[in-house]
Every structure is written in C-alpha cells, then in structure tokens.
C-alpha cells in the first residue's frame, strides 16, 4: 500500500510538470516495470498473482488505481504499462480501465518464426487485446549480443504486422540494430516499415523491390543468399533463434557458409565498376564473414573430420581488410560493456594476428 501510494503521488506530480508540453497524441504517462523481474511476493501480493495467474495483476490493479484519478483531470492522457518478461501474461478477471495502454514487450518468443506460430505468446497477445481498449507491441529485431552476424529473422516481423492488426494492436515499435554493419540493416527497416502501413502486402516482393532497387544487378544473388540463410535456420524444426547468442552455433554450418562465399562473390561480380554498388555488396559480406571468423575454428574441425576442403579465406587476410574500419562502425553489441566495433575487430586481430 505505501508503495502504491508513493507511486501514484510521483506519477501524478510528473504528469503534472510535463504534462503542459505534450502536444501530440497519444500522450502517454508511463507507469513500467524495469529490465528484470523483480516483483513483491509479500503474502497480499502472492495471493493476487495466484488467483490471476500472472504478475501482470498486481500492476494492473496499481496501474487502473492510478489511471482513475488521472482520468479525472487528464481524460485525453492514457496510462501505460508493460506486459514484458514476468508480466506479459494477462490477468486471469481483471480488465484494464478505458484510458490504460498495454505494451506487450515480446522478448521471450522464438525470433526464428512470426509470433502466431508460437500458441503461448499468440494467445497472450490476443487476450490482451480482447480485454484492452489500447494495446501496443514492442518487438526485437535483432541479436543483441552481436548486431553484425547473420540473423535470419527477415520475413518475423513484417508478417506479425498482419497478426497484430488481428488481434487489435493499434501501435507497433521494432526494436533493430545500430551501427553502420549491421546484418542487412537497410532491407529490414524498409521492408518493416512498408509492412507497419499496409499489412496487406507480400513481404517478399517488397524484398525483392529492396534488393533490386538498393543493390542493383547483384539484387538477384543477394536473395538468394537471405533465401540460404532462410533455410540453413529452419534446418531444425526445433531451433531456437533469440536476442542473446554469442554467434551462429547451432544453425550455420561449414556449407551453409561455403554457399553463401560463392553467391556473394557473384553478387560483387555482378555490379564489378558500380562504386557504391559494389560497396554495399562489399558491406553485405560482411555478415558471413564475421561469423565464419568467428566460428573458423569449428569449421577447421569440421573439415578435418569429414575430410573436406574448408573452402574459406585467409582468416589474417579478411580481418586485415577490416582494419580500416575499427573505429568506424559504431557499436556491435548492446552496451553498456564495452559495445565498440574496435573491440570486436582487437578480438579478431589478436586470435589472426
């Protein structure tokens, strides 16, 4: 109860403070849980999450508390919370009041595949909004622990932009890579944000606009390696793709990569005098590449086993070609540790010196 109440004081003065400078709609006075999933478990606040099956009710309970008496001043301000990790459930009888916003976080599902092919989440998201008049998504477009390696998730989250209109969402936020070698970056946020318009579209033509228009002759190859990539994950019926993996262990194998080599390399061939053509393929290669260095030396025991050419490049040639770019491509990882690409490539020269 004190809590609430110190809650609800603090929330009330900041909308207040702030509230005179909000011009666009919606305006939202945020009452979120952090990263983590610290929770009261007090014998009151246990009984709650009992009976309503989720973590989500105690916020809830506080958050409706809260919206009642911003409601009474505020009527065009909407109350948000997340449903994210503990709490992305939803409560088993409660019901959010008319001007609470509910922003489903979706960090915990298979990136590998559109969230409707996943019953728990799907269901979740659907319940929500059924009981929500106001309900958003938050969603993860990428590896979080490595921005630069293959992360074969392209058709997710332009097709759960149909899902999420089904189920009632109104809003949605993709959360993507930065930094400036980011896997096929460009592609995704084009694609997506035709998708967030219209979901009516077909994500691969779109695809196939992008590659054609941004990579030129070469838009062709390029394809075919999202199409490689596409199929070397759904090798496994039971692979999971998530935001946190330290590489491509796991799904990318030693052919995958030798394929993917040749197809890039007709890619570069393909737009061969084209400057900035040629540099976007360059930077599309990328991708393969830093993952093949960083997996070399299973690819080596792979080969050596099977008695196979390995069929890769020089290692100590390849991370020379990345020298110039050490303090240019901005950050690889989440931070706050040390995210830098100058710290990725002084991990790759000190194992290829």
């Given at each position: 109860k004190g809590a609430r109440e110190t809650i609800t004081r603090n929330a009330l003065a900041e909308l207040e403070q702030k509230y005179p400078s909000w011009?666009?709609?919606?305006?939202?006075?945020?009452?979120?849980?952090?990263?983590?999933?610290?929770?009261c478990r007090c014998a009151d606040c246990k009984a709650i999450q009992e009976s309503e099956g989720s973590d989500?009710?105690?916020?809830?309970?506080?958050?409706?508390d809260i919206a009642e008496k911003v409601a009474q001043k505020?009527?065009?301000?909407?109350?948000?919370?997340?449903?994210?990790?503990?709490?992305?459930?939803p409560p088993k009888t409660l019901r959010p009041r008319d001007n609470v916003l509910i922003y489903s976080a979706l960090l915990r599902s298979n990136k590998r595949d559109p969230v409707k092919h996943y019953k728990k989440h799907a269901e979740w998201l659907r319940r929500w909004g059924a009981i929500s008049n106001h309900h958003w998504v938050w969603d993860y477009d990428t590896n979080f622990r490595n921005y630069f390696q293959p992360h074969p998730n392209y058709y997710v989250h332009p097709l759960n932009m149909r899902f999420f209109r089904e189920v009632g969402v109104t809003g949605a936020l993709v959360q993507a890579a930065h930094g400036?070698?980011?896997d096929l970056a460009a592609l995704r946020a084009w694609v997506t944000s035709q998708m967030m318009w219209n979901p009516d579209l077909d994500p691969r033509q779109l695809m196939v606009e992008f590659t054609n228009g941004y990579y030129g002759a070469a838009g062709r190859w390029i394809m075919l390696y999202v199409d490689l990539?596409?199929?070397?994950?759904?090798?496994?019926?039971?692979?999971?793709?998530?935001?946190?993996?330290?590489?491509?262990?796991?799904?990318?194998?030693?052919?995958?990569?030798?394929?993917?080599?040749?197809?890039?390399e007709q890619a570069a061939r393909a737009v061969e005098g084209n400057e900035e053509l040629s540099q976007r393929v360059w930077m599309a290669s990328r991708h393969i590449e830093l993952a093949w260095l960083d997996s070399y030396d299973e690819f080596v025991k792979t080969a050596q086993e099977k008695n196979i050419p390995?069929?890769?490049?020089?290692?100590v040639k390849a991370v020379d070609a990345?020298?110039?770019?050490?303090?240019?491509?901005?950050?690889?990882?989440e931070g706050p540790r040390p995210a830098g690409f100058d710290v990725y490539f002084d991990r790759l020269r000190e194992r290829f010196p």
């Open positions: 011009t666009q709609y919606p305006k939202v006075l945020w009452i979120t849980q952090n990263d983590g999933r610290s929770m989500s009710a105690n916020w809830l309970m506080m958050v409706n505020y009527p065009d301000v909407l109350v948000g919370m997340f449903a994210y990790l503990h709490t992305e459930a400036k070698a980011a990539m596409l199929a070397s994950v759904n090798r496994r019926d039971d692979f999971w793709l998530g935001c946190y993996r330290n590489d491509t262990t796991g799904w990318l194998e030693l052919g995958d990569v030798q394929t993917a080599l040749d197809l890039l390995l069929g890769l490049p020089d290692p990345l020298a110039p770019y050490r303090n240019a491509w901005d950050s690889f990882r």
